[in-house]
Each structure stands twice: as C-alpha cells, then as structure tokens.
C-alpha cells in the first residue's frame, strides 16, 4: 500500500519493529507468532491512512503527489457543495409542500404531502452544509462525520432503485472517500471563494416536487 520510495526508506524499520512487538518470553507462543502471527487490524488500518496520506500528497510533498491530491480534494469539495446546495433545495420543497415558504405560489396539489420518512431524509441531507462549513474551517472529522450523516439518506428514501438513484449514491460514496485526501499534511482550504459558491447555488424560481 505504501509508496516504492517510501517503502526503500522505511521498510527495514517497519518489518523491525513489528517483529519486536511479536516477541514473546513463552518459547511456544513465540514459535507461534513467527509461524501465524500478521499485523493486527488497528495496525493495518494506520499502514492505509499512512498510504493515504502520502500518495494523496499535501504540504512538502513532490509536485506529482501534491497535484494528485489537490485534484482529490477538489473533487471533494465540489462534491460536498452540490450537496450542501442540493440539500437546501430540498429544505425549501419540503416547506413550500407544507404551505410554510413565504412569498411562493402554493403547491399545484394542496394535498400533496411528504411523508415522514420522505421529510425526516430532507432535514437530515441538510447535514451537508455544516459539513461543508466545517470543511472549510479546517475540522477535518467533523466534516467527515456530517457528510456521512447527510450521504447515508439515501439508504432512507421510500423510492424504488432505479439507475438514476444508483448513480447518485455511487456519486455520493466517491465524494466520501475524496474527503479522505483530507488529510493532517493537506493545506489548509481558502474559504472565501468557498463560501461565496454556497449562496451562488440559490433556488431556482419553481420548486419541482421530489415526492411525486
């Protein structure tokens, strides 16, 4: 997983010391360690975020790695805002179905409701805009965790699958990995031209109805 020069570098240390923590004072759980012992989970999962961090390159890293991640985490935060705007899209057609959006012509079909399941998913996708915001501000797992919230809707929706609904969610999932580039080495985000983009993406001057 990890990078060649990285691995030229480090390996001989890494293999050491794991080996060093395989060591055992019983002669018998030592031979077993040495036939069947492997790297725990918790250490594997470091070895992944390691990989991450390095082939996603940030700050002082060579100019091809930095250049891959930057692409990453742009594709992330593009990602995360047509969520955000999205979600704010469906915030105003839930209230505007609910007759609560001031200066919009009321719904088509008065009776036209969403249903609980349908409302509870709206207000949750609106998880992405503090996502977003904590993006920007550099709170790295609370993005994380947010846009985990406001993505795993889709698993909510009282809809049939359908291509379109797969592509979304395979959209989504791949917004969620990029946030990984994400990373403790990755420069720090300018917000500004971020958060000009959010309000940008205002509601258009109809609100089509998801829920038909």
Known sequence: ???????????????????????????????????????????????????????????????????????????ALMGLLAQAVLAVLGLGTLLWLAGKLPGTPPPPQPDLQPGRWEALRVLLECAAV????????????????LALLAFGTAWLSTESWTVTRSAFVVLQLG???????????????????????LPVGRPARRWPSPYR
């Open 1 to 75: 997983m990890l990078p060649a020069d990285y691995r030229a570098a480090w390996e001989d240390e890494m293999v050491a010391t794991f080996l060093e923590s395989t060591a055992r004072d019983d002669p018998e759980e030592a031979e077993f360690a040495a036939d069947f012992g492997r790297p725990s989970w918790p250490e594997v999962a470091s070895v992944l975020a390691l990989a991450v961090r390095l082939r996603l390159g940030g700050t002082g890293a060579g100019p091809r790695r930095r250049a891959c991640g930057d692409a990453v985490r742009l594709v």
């Open 130 to 145: 503090p996502a977003y915001l904590a993006l920007l501000l550099g709170q790295r797992r609370t993005a994380r965790l």
């Open 175 to 197: 917004v969620l990995l990029a946030l990984a580039a994400f990373h403790r080495d990755a420069p720090p985000v300018r917000p500004r031209p971020w958060l000009v983009a």
